[in-house]
């Protein structure tokens, strides 16, 4: 193990057993799902969809993890406006982006609808705004009633196991419908903990966790991404948070990830870690993710920022590790939509 942290207790077990990652089953859905092509079918009666912008916005919309501030929509500013949906991965990078935008001096405008788990996944997700299938007759559309107004520029996911294209085409068709010009991004997951321990290993190893995240990355690109792009060409795009973490971690076995002092904080007892439970992410991590965020949507490197988290927040040291693992990842990674073939740390897009 790197950067002083112990070996997991486990492995002096002699009846140790290869830990397993957690939280990646997705429940069954029946083939074709009904959420998208299925208009005249009777499971789609009243969904969200369907109905007239005005009858949209009139519903109600109040919940403990939906941020639903008036007005619906903003006229445009000097930062992106950003409708969202997602899960406890992507809450972290949820949290951290007002900051960093702020930091960066945007005016950014937020407004998300998340749950935890498979729950907040763009399929469960559509199906709780709509008030359809898993949500039959509880509509609950925080980010529809907003994208009605046509003044966002943004929507974001947290990607689920066993993701199909058409869980995301009925959100693409409905933002494109009142907001033409929308861009779209996808979480991309990462590594867990568990992640790291190969056959017959006692302790993670960065050599299992490459293999990992290539074979993470292989289904969005492979699949996912492309039947995607054929739909809408040039308008979906992945936030890279599986290439973000394998760069930290790569870090971190090399004993180069400043004050990041263990992997899995349940096990090890050490914090701040990379994970604080092997799935979820440790201490200050939500910076990274949130830097990737960042460097994604607006095709800049966090490096430009010169305003920076308090130190007792994050770490000045580390804090710059992450603004440059952000960027790296953002531009190495073809499904980001950004390059930068100068250096300048400007997007060859926007430049």
Same mark, same amino acid.
């Given at each position: ?191 867990? /903990?568990?992640? +790291?321990?190969?056959? #017959? ?5 960065? =050599?299992? !966790?490459?293999?990992? $995240? @290539? ?59 990379? /994970?604080?439970? +092997?799935?979820?992410? #440790? ?5 990274? =993710?949130? !830097?990737?965020?960042? $460097? @994604? ?55």
């Amino acid at each position: 193990m790197a950067q002083g942290a112990p070996k997991p207790k486990a492995s002096k077990d002699p009846e140790f057993k290869r830990p397993q990652s957690k939280h990646r089953t997705s429940r069954p859905v029946p083939n074709p799902w009904l959420g998208f092509g299925h208009d005249d079918h009777p499971a789609m009666r009243g969904a969200t969809y369907l109905m007239k912008a005005e009858e949209i916005q009139a519903m109600p919309r109040r919940g403990k993890n939906a941020n639903n501030q008036e007005p619906l929509g903003f006229a445009k500013g000097s930062g992106l406006r950003i409708v969202g949906t997602g899960h406890s991965w992507m809450r972290p990078g949820y949290g951290t982006l007002p900051h960093i935008a702020r930091a960066a001096g945007l005016e950014q405008r937020m407004r998300l609808n998340t749950r935890g788990g498979e729950a907040g996944g763009a399929r469960m997700m559509w199906e709780l705004e709509n008030g359809i299938l898993s949500s039959k007759g509880k509509p609950f559309p925080v980010c529809m009633a907003a994208i009605t107004t046509g003044q966002w520029d943004v929507m974001m996911w947290g990607g689920y196991t066993n993701d199909r294209p058409e869980y995301y085409f009925g959100w693409i068709d409905f933002c494109l419908k009142h907001n033409p010009k929308m861009e779209f991004y996808r979480f991309n997951g990462w590594p867990q /903990w568990a992640n +790291g321990f190969g056959e #017959g290993d006692r302790e993670p190893r960065i =050599e299992n !966790y490459r293999v990992f $995240a @290539t074979q993470r990355n292989r289904p969005v690109t492979t699949k996912l991404m492309a039947e995607i792009e054929k739909r809408y060409p040039g308008k979906v795009h992945v936030l890279p948070t599986n290439e973000a973490m394998l760069l930290a971690l790569e870090l971190y076995f090399q004993g180069k990830l400043p004050g990041i002092k263990g992997l899995n904080r349940k096990v090890d007892g050490k914090s701040p870690s990379i /994970w604080s439970d +092997g799935g979820h992410l #440790g201490k200050g991590m939500n910076w990274l =993710e949130g !830097y990737v965020f960042y $460097a @994604t949507l607006y095709k800049k490197s966090p490096e430009l920022i010169k305003a920076r988290p308090p130190e007792k927040v994050l770490a000045g040291e580390l804090d710059k590790v992450f603004r440059k693992i952000a960027w790296q990842a953002v531009v190495n990674y073809p499904l980001s939509g950004v390059t930068d073939k100068n250096g300048n740390g400007i997007g060859d897009e926007i430049e």
